[in-house]
């Protein structure tokens, strides 16, 4: 059977299902759970230990068309340096909940648009979290840009807090294809950024490239990845075009018509990898490739990759801290998201200081399943034997879903040491083998295409 031929067979090109930056995945959070137990969580996180820090942005001067984050538009900073000020409290509130020799091993702005804030307020802002977190050994600062929306004073004010990664959305650079998604790029000013950041320390650079855009041909998509390439960015995040207009409701704009068939996708990705793998990069997980030093290749090949809600990540804190609206924290016991809409987060912040409201308390079951879709999305392998010296109460069920997927994935998995290894041609599959493993992810719901 030929490789198109298995894909075909397991549902590729129709399934539906969860990118898994989290398991479970954020639309099973209930309501009231994060509200109930934010306080005893972040009280419980171990004095002394490192957390990771994200910060939401939910603004954009524009709205691209096929962009499915959490974000607003806003032709004023009014609003922006308004949501400044209760960022701040909420990072006062949870800090003072927090043990006194916590540290921050990560803090990462994303959005929307981070870069949208004026030199001074985002200078406010880092005041605010440096006073309130003391950088751990090894901390990273990044932050996600847009290459038209980053002003010189903006970007010194990030470097001289310490930036040190970088994330810039390019997306696809054929002019037809920006004007369909209705995110227009010039090469020169993603060049003008990237060359003011490396000239002032920040090497660390990793570009976002979507395939699956409206009229995206292999011979547009190759011009666009060459300019990538030639950029030369450490890391490169390569993600398929999420249709999802009934939650993201600007992507209505996109004809449907001018969209890429699965096949068509598949085709795409494939020649992505390939043009990356040839010219230097190192696949880490399902979609992002870094040079042969970068830390996150380091980690992929030490098998020390996690997924989270930016991708993949080589962090191993495993506490997240998120603040902002729509911001997710990660605790050992669950998760708490903060209320999406900016107003009202910003209205729980005032009343109470805290702002979560959904949230998932995990049971071991969860924990289990977590673990077991971690392994599959960063190391592609169902690891029977460290699956059960990690959850010795488990046995049975660890043992039932090793023989459920041989049964089911026979063609793509091989047996390797005491666990299971997916095949590497059959890697872009890993999300349909999660899905099925995960008994809590219904098959119903609407979720992105597999490919
Ligand atoms: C917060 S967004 C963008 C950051 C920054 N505002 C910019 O415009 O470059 C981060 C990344 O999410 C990805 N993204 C957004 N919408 C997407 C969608 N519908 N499908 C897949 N990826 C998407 C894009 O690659 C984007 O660069
Ligand atoms: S891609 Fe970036 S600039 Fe465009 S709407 Fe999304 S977050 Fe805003």
Redesign the pocket.
Known sequence: MSKIDIFRRYGLFDARVPRYTSYPPANHFQEGEGLKHQNDWLQSVPDGSDVSVYIHIPF?KRL?W????R?QGTKTMRPVDAYVDILRKEITGVRATLAPGIKMSRLHL??????ILSAQTMSTLLREVFDAFEPAENFEFSV??????AEKPLLQTLIDFGLNRA?????DFAPEVQAAIG?E?SLEQTETVIDFLRSNGVSSLNL???Y?LPHQTLESFSETLSHVIALQPDRL?I??????PWM?KR?VMIREEHLPDPMARFALAEFAEKMFTENGYEPVGIDHFAKPGDSLALASKEGRLHRNFQGYTDDQSPTLLGFGASAISKFAQGYAQNAPATFAYQERINATGFASFKGFEMCTDDALMARVIEDLMCRFTFDEKTLCQAFPDHREAIRAMAVSLMQKFSDVFFISGEGLKLKPEAYPLVRVVAGYVDSRTSKKTAH?SAI
């Open positions: 954009c691209c096929f962009c499915a984050c974000t994303g959005g929307g648009t981070p870069t996600e840009i847009d290459p038209t929306e994330s810039l959305g390019v997306q995110r790029q976002d490239v979507l699956g995040a993600y398929g075009y999420a249709h999802v993201s992507q992105s």
